[in-house]
Structures are given as C-alpha cells and as structure tokens.
C-alpha cells in the first residue's frame, strides 16, 4: 500500500507493480498526481489502472498497526465510513520537509520560518553573515537541479561580499600559488608546442604544393 498518490509515491508504487506486487493508493484528494492539470491526471490514472494498481481517492488514512502477516491500515472516506486494509508493507509518500531539526541552525542564530525552512534573500543569505542557504532547506520546489544552480547563485553572491563570506574564495592573478604557476607554465607549453605543430604542417603543405607543381611543369 502507498499513502499519497503524488510524483513519489506513484513513481515507487510503479516500481513495485512491476516487481510483481499488488500496489494500492490511498489519496485524500480526488485525484492522481495533484501537480497535474484534470486531464493528464485523468490518462494517468486510467493507465495506471490498466497495470494493475487500484487507487482509492478522497480517502484519510486514519492509522495503522503492525498485525502477525504484515499491516493493518484504518481508513475513512469523505463521508465519514470508515474500513480497514491489510497489505504486506505500506510505504509513506505524503511529502517532505527540511531536516532542520536540531541542525543547531537555531543555536548559531540562523532564522528559520514556520515551516522549518531557512530564510533566505534573493542572493540566498540567511540574517546571519557569512552563511548561505540553498536547496532543500530553503523555500520552493525540492528539486537537484535547482540545488545546484541555487550553490553556483550563493557561490557568485559570496564573491560579492568576500568580508563577510564563509565560502573559500577563488584564486586570482595576485594570488596565485605555486600550483597555479605551475599550471599556466604547462599551458604556455602546450602553446609553443601547437605553433611548432602548425608551422611544420603549413611548411610541409607548401612543400607538397611547389613539389606538385614542379611535376606538372616537367610534364
């Protein structure tokens, strides 16, 4: 059984379908995948249903009990009739939240909102200097791709400010050190070697051509 028909839980349900399992979602609202619009919830569902997987819509879970053959699950619907579904494993999809708890975020004086998240500006700086935020923690869709481009927006904001940031910051040409040397040596090398590389072909094409030529008068 999986409780919330949402993007988690009918991705992982569809995995176990087709492991072989008899999946069943229980969702409170009257439909699939609530980020969709009516129709692409609509096909979803029918196709869903066409692999095996039953859903039962506008239905609470109310609890659940580990029994001797598996789980014990207490539901109820939106009219208040209340039944009870036993299943093997009952896997929890209803969302997530920010793992702040003690984080010591609190402690070092790092506001959080309502919801445990950190707040943060449009640079992503939280109230207290120097430290950043991104990601999860923070408000908006809990997505990788927009962790990381959040890190490089944080990163570009820290180099802004670099008196008050916590962030390592870049080397530049008045700070370079012997790694840094080392490298631009190796790339002044490679330079030299590529001209020496195009000289040599340019020589030897002009060559081949005055070679061609002087056959050709000859003929």
């Not at 707040?119 to 999860?136: H, M, Q």
Request: contains cysteine.
């Amino acid at each position: 059984m999986v409780v919330g028909a949402g993007a988690i839980g009918l991705e992982l349900g569809s995995v176990w379908r087709r492991l072989g399992s008899q999946v069943t979602f229980i969702e409170i609202l009257s439909k699939v995948a609530p980020f969709a619009d009516s129709q692409i919830s609509t096909l979803l569902e029918r196709s869903l249903k066409a692999q095996g997987m039953a859903f039962k819509l506008n239905t609470r879970v109310k609890g659940a009990r580990v029994t001797g053959d598996g789980v014990t699950v207490s539901v109820e619907d939106q009219k208040g009739a209340a039944a009870e579904i036993g299943c093997d494993k009952i896997l929890v999809a209803v969302g997530r939240k920010p793992c702040t708890v003690e984080s010591g975020l609190e402690e070092a004086g790092v506001e959080l909102d309502e919801k445990g998240r950190v707040r943060v500006d449009g640079s992503f700086k939280t109230n207290v200097p120097g430290v950043y935020a991104i990601g999860d923690l923070i408000q908006g869709p809990m997505l990788a791709h927009k962790a990381s481009e959040e890190g490089v927006a944080a990163v570009k904001s820290s180099r802004a400010s670099p008196a008050t940031s916590t962030m390592a910051p870049f080397r530049t040409s008045s700070t370079r050190g012997p790694s840094s040397r080392r490298w631009e040596s190796l790339k002044r090398r490679r330079r030299r070697r590529a001209s020496r590389t195009r000289s040599e072909s340019s020589t030897s094409k002009a060559t081949a051509a005055r070679r061609a030529w002087g056959r050709k008068r000859v003929s």
